[in-house]
Nanobody
Framework: QVQLVESGGGSVQAGGSLRLACTTS????????MGWFRQAPGKERDLVAAINWGSGVTYYADSVKGRFTISRDNAKNTMYLQMNSLEPEDTAVYYC????????????WGQGTLVTVSS
C-alpha cells in the first residue's frame, strides 16, 4: 500500500523559512512528476509546486514563485519544499502527491504537515 508522509511544518513569523519533506513507501518517485499541494481553511487544495523526477523540470504557482524551491533526492526517494519569505497567506496544510496535470492518478493523501505563518 502506497503511503505518503509529509513533515517539516511548524509555526513561523512572516519572513521566516521552513523546509518540508515528503517521503514514501511503495511509490517510486522517479517514475512521476511529483507535486506539493496546500489547503488553507475553507479553501480547495491547490498545487503550488511540482518537479519532474527524471528531468528536474519544475513548476511553481504564481503565488509562490521566487519564494519556494522544490527539489528531490533520488537516493532517498524524498522530495523537499524550501519555503522562504513566508507570508501569512501561506498558512495551510501542505501535502505531496503526484502532479495530476498530465492525467496522473493521485494516490491516497497523507496526513499533511501544517504551516502557520503569523504576521
Amino acid at each position: 500500500q502506497v503511503q505518503l508522509v509529509e513533515s517539516g511544518g511548524g509555526s513561523v513569523q512572516a519572513g521566516g523559512s521552513l523546509r518540508l519533506a515528503c517521503t514514501t513507501s511503495g511509490l517510486p518517485f522517479r517514475m512521476y512528476t511529483m507535486g506539493w499541494f496546500r489547503q488553507a481553511p475553507g479553501k480547495e487544495r491547490d498545487l503550488v509546486a511540482a518537479i519532474n523526477w527524471g528531468s528536474g523540470v519544475t513548476y511553481y504557482a504564481d503565488s509562490v514563485k521566487g519564494r519556494f524551491t522544490i527539489s528531490r533526492d533520488n537516493a532517498k526517494n524524498t522530495m523537499y519544499l524550501q519555503m522562504n519569505s513566508l507570508e501569512p497567506e501561506d498558512t495551510a496544510v501542505y501535502y505531496c502527491n503526484k502532479d495530476p496535470r498530465q492525467g496522473a492518478t493521485l494516490v491516497a493523501w497523507g496526513q499533511g504537515t501544517l504551516v502557520t505563518v503569523s504576521s
